[in-house]
């Protein structure tokens, strides 16, 4: 889930996570995968810390110097360029800002990538996605694209979740090695794409629930509520949307938009009631004017009776009216 890339961070809310030049340093293991990572942006060093800590012989490189120091002093190797970097390891893992980015770095040195496992952990569209793959497999490299759906202090724990598609039998060959970066590391189909469409899918919740959160602090701000005294009470909203969304994918999976729990009609009054409050304090409702006008056309479609996921019926339709 996140940019990770060699200026910007792809993931949100992503920190620094290099570990400081007194700590322990692994010492390589020869029976580990070398690895090569391209891109030291704030995602960049996390990955290929883990992969220092877990005894792989790792080289690094990235377009703009000076960011492997602490790297370099725990047992990286830095490469003076992209090409001597890919020629160190048979898995090239690279996560910069975006295809663009990918497509100016490795393209030049297709050729030198040739018999390599690519994993792609930039953050891009699948059809971009799709795209690197097939320039891939025209210089015979296997291609694994993933996304990454924790922050950087995440990285190299059981509990990271990394996915990947493309290439099956590489996930196979490497797939302990990827797990270094991420425990749960699921292989979601040989379409390329298909990590990249979960990743954009779930980030648009993410900023869009970051929105609503963000608009939730306007409006207890405005009626005197401390931010410090509302934040403990978000944990009950953010509990019950597992269980939400699992009935939504069932309703989804039936064709059918259950309403027995709520209904829209129901929930469109909620959002009413918090949009007159949030006017009445003068807080901007951009966001929820148009979750608003979402249910209003909902209801005027005739699933008055429906859950909120009847909603769904809108968003399928282009906003622009093509």
């Not at 792989?56 to 377009?63: E, Q, S």
């Not at 493309?166 to 040989?190: N, S």
Request: glycine share 12%; proline share 6%; aromatic share 6%.
């Amino acid at each position: 889930m996140n940019t990770p890339n060699d200026t910007t961070d792809h993931t949100p809310q992503h920190t620094p996570n290099d570990t400081p030049v007194d700590a322990p340093v692994d010492t390589p293991d020869d029976s580990r995968t070398p690895v090569t990572v391209l891109g030291l942006g704030a995602m960049g060093r996390a990955l290929a810390g883990a992969f220092l800590r877990a005894g792989h012989p790792t080289t690094v490189w990235n377009r703009t110097p000076g960011r492997a120091g602490e790297l370099v002093a725990r047992g990286a190797s830095l490469a003076d360029t992209a090409a001597e970097a890919v020629a160190a390891a048979p898995l090239v893992v690279v996560c910069v800002l975006d295809a663009d980015a990918v497509r100016a770095i490795l393209e030049p040195i297709g050729a030198r990538l040739s018999g390599r496992v690519l994993v792609n952990l930039t953050s891009d569209t699948p059809e971009r996605a799709r795209a690197l793959a097939s320039w891939a497999a025209g210089h015979g490299i296997d291609y694994l694209d993933g996304s990454i759906m924790v922050p950087t202090p995440v990285i190299g724990k059981p509990e990271a979740t990394v996915l990947y598609s493309g290439a099956r039998e590489a996930f196979g060959t490497y797939e302990a090695t990827l797990k270094v970066l991420g425990g749960r590391a699921p292989f979601l189909g040989e379409d390329p794409g298909t990590a990249a469409a979960y990743d954009l899918a779930l980030l648009g919740f993410f900023y869009s629930a970051m929105a609503g959160l963000v608009h939730g602090f306007a409006l207890a701000g405005a009626e005197g509520v401390a931010a410090k005294d509302f934040a403990p009470f978000t944990g009950t909203i953010a509990g019950i949307l597992p269980p939400i969304a699992a009935g939504m994918a069932e309703d989804l999976e039936r064709g059918a938009y259950s309403g027995d729990q709520d209904n829209l009609v129901m929930e469109a009054t909620g959002i009413a009631h918090v949009l007159e409050a949030a006017r009445h304090r003068g807080l901007n409702t951009e966001v929820l004017d148009a979750v608003k006008g979402l249910a209003d056309r909902t209801l005027a479609a005739g699933h008055g009776n429906a859950g909120f996921i009847s909603v769904i019926e809108e968003m399928r339709r282009s906003s622009t009216g093509a």
